[in-house]
């Protein structure tokens, strides 16, 4: 399909042809971009930010640079090349043809799997408001732009299947989600993990790499589908995500460089008197951003999960790739739980433990960038590594909810938990020093001094070129 960039809204889904389509998506356009106005990036409307712009779905055509005002980036909706005899990969339908229409049957978890993702992608941006104001460099300023505009367009994604497949009632979740927002009292985020403000930058990078994780590993999950249009929609995201990602992955890496080269040259672990983060300090982030974003899998068992597995409506991780039977009525999958003498790991119905599995698969995925960054601290000579904490620590949801569980698995009273808590995660003092790390740096090549510079550009640019023009 031909993408229409002159159109109001580009798209490659052939909006012209779809006359009750467009008119709804143009009625909401106005109130995305009054939206954005309100609870977007906030005092950076006159800049111009070298940004990447989706004009096809194709090689080259989803990452074209150039210099866009914020509230004039073009949202368009762009849907992964459909694949020809598309079947369904899993579950009880296993094999039939993929639906290109809803199923009236799965109408009711089918939106509301899409209105549980699309809340996350403006509350995002909701929650970052404000950090442009406090950003390290130009180069970090661009990114986080960039990231935002990307998330509004995810939410331009998941409204373009509401009111393409869900008639009125999808329409009313379409403005539904511009009425939510992050940390709302009476009108919340539907997740919790979304309601809480994005203040600093080490959260933010936190965030990208173990929050906007838990994003990809959903859409990953989605784009097995065997809804069709919900398939192909993710398959796209996924394209834009990978770069939220690297910008989580890559912003800790060079806190990490930063702290190292500071904790060799003044010889100390505490980097306060130096401006620095330190690596423990860096540890009870990682301890708070994990266990938040291992949240958002749900349920260690779950009733809902199972369902929308068999039902063919959301797979597992790589479910094409997976060699079995993709319906798993036989199968036991291994769950940690919390017996009378500690923790143990007990076997359950593969089906129940879809959410465990994909928790298994985020996790694994999320192992990774702590190898990394356990890697620059290797070649700086310091013994010290980043560890991810137990799975049970600091839970909200599932059977370890609340549960009195340390970093390294060990149950331990109530109250020898509340007394170390602040050496596990962030105390309101470490908030509040790493706030008062949280200077502007607006010069083209300047960094500030708690992170180390990229090790390349954006785009092929070098790493001072002006990415925001103020
Ligand atoms: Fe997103
Ligand atoms: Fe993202």
Redesign the pocket.
Known sequence: MEVTYSDRIPNNVGLHDNRRLQRALEAWQPRYLDWWHEMGPESFDAAHVYLRTATDVGRGGWANFGWVRLPEYRWGIFLADPEPDRRVGFGEHRDDPAWQEVPGEYRNQLRRLIVVQGD??PA?VEQQRRLGQTCPSLYDLRNLFQVNV??GR?LWAMVYLLDAHFGRDGREEAEALLERHAGDADRPRILAAFNEPTTDWLSFFMFTHFT?RD?RFQ?EALSESGFDPLARTCQF?LR??AH?MFVGTTGVGRVVQRSCELMRQADTDDLRQQGGVSLQLLQKYINFHFSVSIDLFGGETSSNAASYFSSGLKGRFHERQRVDDHRLLEATYPVTELGADGLRQVEVPALTAINEGLRDDYIANCQKGLDRWNAIIAEQGIATRLTLPHRAFHRSIGIFAGQPITPDGRVVSPEAWAAARDGWLPSDADRAYVHSLMQPVLEPGRIAGWIAPPAAGIDDRPVDFEYVRL
């Open positions: 996350t992608e995002s990307e998330e995810h906007d994003g859409l995201m834009e995500e939220h």
